[in-house]
């Protein structure tokens, strides 16, 4: 048998292997409320959809730059200025396949083989995935609900290396915990002073319930922000996001997405030119998901699911069930095939304590997160703890 690379030999993205699964048996038929997947339910605003038929007649469909079109990268820095008040040169910004492309070309560009990157555990899994790949060493930091789950300057003063990297999630994916601003410029001051470079994930901006989240870029130069077009725009099947870099680590980018992917999709990049004009739509979609938000806050605890991470961002709710379970796999099971509500295993995002929590998506309709507190009422009353607990 020829060699297959130890590299490529990463875990599987269950929350993917679940979303497949839970979309093969409602397409077969069965009622199932989808709390699993990390995606808005509504698409790219209809208005935005009308022109994409235009576009093609008129549009030229060729490559793009590698670096994406300058109207794009243009508009793009245009909403750091409206947005956060932060002016950024056009030339920083780079243009990438999704967010997940533009997760990839970073850690490229800025880490070695060995280096180790440290994030907060729970965290995205892709981050852990990616950087195994491509020969970095994950550092998962532990972050506690009284954490807020994010990464504490004491928590990254006890690691007993230094890490090269950091990555933070702001808002986070699966916890929907924030830094806030205060936070935010201690951090990047931490990893200045330490030689550390961070990397915010802020795909999730504009995904905010309270107070607005703010950019790495307002406090550093050296820091890399990942962005996309799936989440606030609700863009996720057109893959497309952006990373705006320090202007010594651009040019790396660019030659890394001219030889891993030519340029990002053209038509997409259209699109999200357009998209830009209709945050009225957007903004219609972030207010359900704060009705959603409210409705579990008020009817989880009710169900006996009472440790909730605070989520003031992004479209997930967090819960510790370590009072209910040793074994989130089996909890989600039961409820999707008992109550017919799909959620995540925290298994996903926290190796050592995922067993114990679950990731709940609210980017639903309100009418079906409606109908999923119902039906976990109805079915936490038959849960049986303390079997569960002892099996
Ligand atoms: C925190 C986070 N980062 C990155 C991604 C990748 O998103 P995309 O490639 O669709 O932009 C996701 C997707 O769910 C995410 O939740």
């Known amino acids: 048998m020829l060699k297959l690379s130890c590299r490529s030999e990463i875990p599987v993205f269950r929350v993917l292997d679940i979303l497949r699964i839970v979309n093969e048996r409602a397409a077969a038929g069965e009622d ?68 997940s492309g533009g997760l990839m070309m970073s850690f490229l560009s800025v880490f070695d083989v060995g280096d180790r990157v440290a994030m907060a555990a729970p965290a995205y899994p892709a981050y852990r995935n990616i950087l195994m790949a491509l020969g970095c060493e994950p550092v998962e930091i532990e972050s506690t609900l009284e954490e807020n789950y994010q990464p504490t300057l004491a928590r990254l003063e006890a690691l007993p290396q230094k890490p090269q990297g950091l990555i933070i999630g702001n808002p986070s994916n699966p916890t929907g915990t924030m830094m806030n601003k205060k936070q935010l410029a201690e951090l990047t001051a931490w990893c200045q002073a330490h030689g550390v470079r961070l990397i915010a994930d802020e795909l999730y901006h504009g995904v905010t319930y309270g107070e607005a989240a703010d950019t790495v870029l307002s406090t550093s130069d050296e820091a890399i ?80 699911i009472t440790k909730l991470s605070k989520a003031e961002g992004a479209f997930y709710m967090y819960a510790d069930i370590s009072d209910l379970t040793d074994d989130s796999e089996a909890f989600c099971r039961g409820l999707l095939d008992q109550a017919g509500v799909a959620v995540t295993p925290g298994t996903d995002f926290d190796l050592t304590r995922g067993h114990q929590t679950i990731r709940m998506s609210f980017a639903g309709s309100t009418e079906d997160i409606t109908e999923a507190c119902r039906r976990i009422n109805v079915w936490m009353r038959g849960w049986n703890h303390r079997e569960a607990k002892t099996a």
């Open 32 to 99: 199932i409320i989808h709390m699993e997947a990390g995606q808005p339910s509504t698409g790219a605003p209809q208005a935005v959809l009308d022109e994409v038929a235009e576009i093609m007649r008129t549009g030229n469909m060729g490559y793009t730059a590698a670096t994406g079109m300058p109207e794009l990268k243009n508009r793009i820095a245009q909403h750091y200025a409206d947005r956060y008040g932060v002016k950024i040169d056009p030339k920083r910004i780079v243009v990438t396949v999704g967010g």
């Open 225 to 304: 922000s990942v962005n996309s077009f799936s989440k606030y725009f609700a863009m996720t099947g057109w893959r497309i996001g952006w990373v705006v870099c320090p202007e010594d680590v651009v040019d790396r980018v660019k030659r890394l997405s001219e030889s891993l992917f030519v340029a990002p999709p053209t038509l997409a990049q259209h699109v999200a030119l357009k998209a830009f004009d209709h945050c009225d739509v957007l903004d219609g979609y972030v207010a359900r998901y704060k009705t959603n938000l409210e409705i579990l806050k008020r009817e989880l605890p009710k169900a006996g």
